[in-house]
């Protein structure tokens, strides 16, 4: 793949759906996702690509934006981008990393966007994007509030069990494409 040009995909799980683009581009080394959710349950699902509390504090990222997302590499060469909620660290630190996340009423969608630059040192052939969503429940959030134009709210660390994973099919780097892939 020479120059990069804007594919789609979409995918649906049992709360959510997601449609994604990804632009990459192989002499920079640059992925620029743009995606939205759609909820189309009769319950608010949250959704977790807003980051963490204490990144916001730490003026690491802005409220209500969507952070770089984390990335793990499978056995198999895979890449996988996440925002998803992660469990509080052993030993909790003093400033916790409470995870962050938009409600989306039944019915609505969420817009956001990222970009992601691969490391040189990052070999695989393919990547795929994968967020958190968990059915919303006024035990498990706290402190909503509008930023941005997004219904933020702060998660407990309960919902790193209840959440599910909404995951694009897998990205060919090299051709560019999304593709089927056994494994």
């Not at 992601?116 to 990052?122: D, G, H, I, R, V």
């Not at 709210?153 to 995951?167: D, K, T, Y």
């Amino acid at each position: 793949m020479s120059a990069s040009r804007a594919v789609s995909t979409e995918a649906t799980g049992s709360l959510a759906s997601v449609k994604a683009s990804f632009d990459y581009s192989p002499s920079q080394r640059l992925l620029k996702v743009a995606y939205r959710i759609e909820n189309a349950g009769n319950q608010a699902v949250a959704v977790f690509d807003r980051g963490d509390r204490h990144a916001v504090l730490s003026r690491q990222h802005a409220a209500g934006a969507v952070p770089t997302p984390f990335f793990a590499v499978d056995e198999q060469g895979g890449i996988t981008l996440s925002h998803e909620a992660l469990p509080l660290p052993t030993p909790a630190p003093t400033s916790p990393p409470t995870p962050l996340a938009a409600r989306v009423a039944p019915g609505a969608g969420l817009e956001g966007r990222f970009e992601f630059a691969l490391p040189m040192s990052l070999e695989g052939d393919r990547l795929r994007w994968c967020v958190g969503v968990a059915p919303f429940t006024e035990t498990d959030f706290s402190a909503g509030e509008k930023v941005a134009g997004v219904d933020l709210w702060r998660a407990s660390f309960a919902v790193v069990e209840s959440q599910h994973r909404l995951c694009t099919a897998w990205f060919d780097l090299e051709r560019g494409a999304f593709v089927e892939s056994s494994r």
